[in-house]
């Protein structure tokens, strides 16, 4: 049974070009959250997917933006890229109901120069 | 929106001591507390969580403890293992669905 997993899991940008990184969930799981962990930080929740609509939003600008398939799989995507969206990028699927603990993939390193 | 503190940033003990590993949070609604261990380079794995409904619970050298009335919770480690060094986080969630998390506590266990 497959985990978390994404892709890529490096990734070299140049400032206002843009990404888009992937994620399936773990077999059974069908919410799709994302997080931005920053080095020496904890993670930073950037939005949540729910029957591919977003359910939630944390406080990161428009430039982010996703999407859930019906097979759950999800991307993120990052426009104008910034120095500042250097970081590890995480995603975490976690099954159905509230509160259920989250899995997390293994993360895309995204590096902006 | 919900805030979790964690201390201390960093902990540093001797091979066989215990640790102890301190969150506060600021959302009385919140009412699932999982922790996570995050190894160098790899990804947060979650090692132990707690609800609201439930003071403690343990998982072998592991327990977490929760106080809903000073809304804080503790992981504990016993019989620490140079294995067990990791960045360790809490987080807390509620009716948003949204776990926050704390900013890490850096564990260093020394043979």
């Known amino acids: 049974d497959a985990g978390v997993t994404q892709s890529p899991t490096h990734l070299i940008k140049t400032r206002g070009q843009q990404v888009t990184l992937r994620c399936s969930p773990k077999s059974g799981h069908d919410t799709v959250s994302w997080y931005q962990q920053a080095l020496g930080q904890g993670p930073q929740f950037i939005f949540q997917y729910y029957e591919e609509e977003e359910r939630q939003r944390g406080n990161f600008p428009d430039r982010f933006s996703g999407h859930q398939f019906p097979n759950y799989s999800s991307e993120l995507n990052v426009n104008a890229l910034l120095l500042g969206d250097s970081a590890l990028y995480l995603c975490a699927s976690s099954g159905p109901g509230s509160n259920q603990p989250q899995h997390f993939g293994d993360g895309t390193r995204l590096s902006i120069l | 929106g919900e805030n979790v503190e964690q201390h201390p940033s960093t902990l540093s003990v001797q091979e066989g001591d215990s640790a102890v590993i301190k969150c506060t949070y600021s959302?009385?609604?919140?009412?699932?507390f999982p922790w996570y261990k995050q190894e160098l380079g790899k990804r947060p794995q979650l090692i132990i969580d707690i609800r609201s409904n439930v003071g403690e619970k343990k998982d072998q050298r592991i327990a977490v403890t929760l106080n809903k009335t000073a809304k804080h919770f503790s992981l504990h480690i016993t019989e620490t293992q140079p294995e067990d060094s990791a960045v360790y986080f809490c987080a807390a969630s509620g009716g948003s669905y949204i776990p926050t998390f704390g900013r890490g506590t850096s564990l260093i266990v020394h043979p």
């Open positions: 959302d009385s609604a919140s009412n699932y």
